[in-house]
């Protein structure tokens, strides 16, 4: 009998998704959780949520797993994943497989990233990435949210009943965030003001991720930014034409993530590595050092189970990657 499921895990410095679809390529669950700066307990949850939203599940009736997202190398050592793969890459095969092959135009928007990918004929051909600043980004949005004392689900209705949205600068966080106190001072209406913050972080993005870029349609708007309909709404305003929001807009990258471990397995006709629901009971962990031993000084990354050096990287040189005893070494030292 062969495996019923594949899964796929996108993390990232704000959430943490994980998805499991089937041999047809449909969602049967997904979960969205917050990483809150502690991915393997974030990855170890989202595994814990999935094995009971489906009843029954075993491990031996997952085919494939996949990572991606900021911190997949972790990831995907802790679930000993079949493929570690780019955002890129992730994102562009969910959208193609579930949209179709005519999407031109990818925006994708996080808390703390956001990237465009251009498609041309279901390939991808060029993509970009936001610089330092967050404008572009959910994160902006969510310490406005705060500063408020809202929800960041009600940021969007809110600014959906604007007839006249404020002028708020959209060059970066900082002269955006002056605005947004300088227009509550002056006395606008909160939905003007939150309506301007959402055409800000549009005009942040396609002035510095979307820069050069040959924007045509259809668009798909997908992360955790396309669920705030003020930022679609501005999307439809500067552009004039439509964006598509697809069904599963917030979890794409951990789609994309199993639909690519799905075809690593099929196409290797081979058992996947993935070690099972049960690595929720597994103590993982993640260490680094400093190595000081030429002028690069590299900050290396190793990831332990169970207190072994299950991998390194970090090291342009490659040395500890390589040799994992040299790493060992470092880390004791770095310890003491």
């Known amino acids: 009998m062969g495996p019923k499921y594949f899964l796929g895990i996108d993390v990232g410095s704000i959430s943490t998704n994980l998805v499991l679809i089937d041999v047809d390529d449909r969602v049967v669950e997904g979960v969205y959780l917050r990483t809150e700066g502690r991915p393997i307990q974030a990855v170890k949850e989202g595994l814990r949520q999935i094995r009971e939203a489906v009843p029954g599940i075993k491990s031996e009736q997952v085919g494939g797993a996949g990572t991606t997202g900021s911190a997949r190398q972790l990831s995907g050592i802790m679930v000993n994943a079949d493929i570690i793969k780019d955002e890129i890459t992730a994102h562009a095969v969910a959208t193609i497989e579930l949209v179709g092959d005519e999407v031109h135009t990818i925006f994708e928007i996080g808390g703390q990233d956001s990237k465009i990918i251009i498609l041309r004929e279901g390939i991808p051909v060029d993509f970009a990435m936001n610089t330092v600043c967050a404008a572009g980004t959910g994160s902006f949005l969510d310490n406005i949210a705060k500063r408020i004392n809202i929800d960041i689900s009600e940021f969007g209705p809110i600014a959906m009943q604007s007839d006249s949205p404020a002028e708020i600068a959209g060059r970066c966080a900082v002269f955006a965030e002056s605005d947004f106190v300088h227009a509550l001072q002056v006395g606008l209406p909160m939905e003007d003001v939150l309506a301007g913050l959402c055409d800000a972080l549009v005009r942040n993005y396609l002035n510095n ?78 260490q680094s050092f400093r190595c000081d031993d030429c002028a690069n000084m590299c900050q290396v990354i190793c990831a332990t189970r169970e207190g072994v050096i299950q991998a390194v990287w970090g090291d342009k040189c490659g040395k500890y990657a390589e040799n994992h005893i040299m790493a060992e070494g470092k880390l004791g030292a770095a310890k003491h």
């Not at 930014?225 to 697809?246: C, H, M, Q, T, Y």
């Not at 639909?259 to 597994?282: H, N, P, V, Y």
């Open 209 to 286: 991720v979307g820069k050069g870029k040959e924007i045509l349609e259809p668009i798909v708007f997908q992360g955790g930014v396309s669920e705030n309909i003020g930022v679609i709404a501005a999307f439809k305003r500067k552009l004039k034409i439509d964006v598509i929001i697809p069904e599963h807009n917030t979890i794409m990258g951990a789609i994309g993530a199993a639909m690519l471990a799905k075809r690593q397995t099929e196409q290797g006709k081979r058992k996947t590595s993935f070690l099972g629901f049960e690595l929720t009971d597994i103590e993982f962990a993640s």
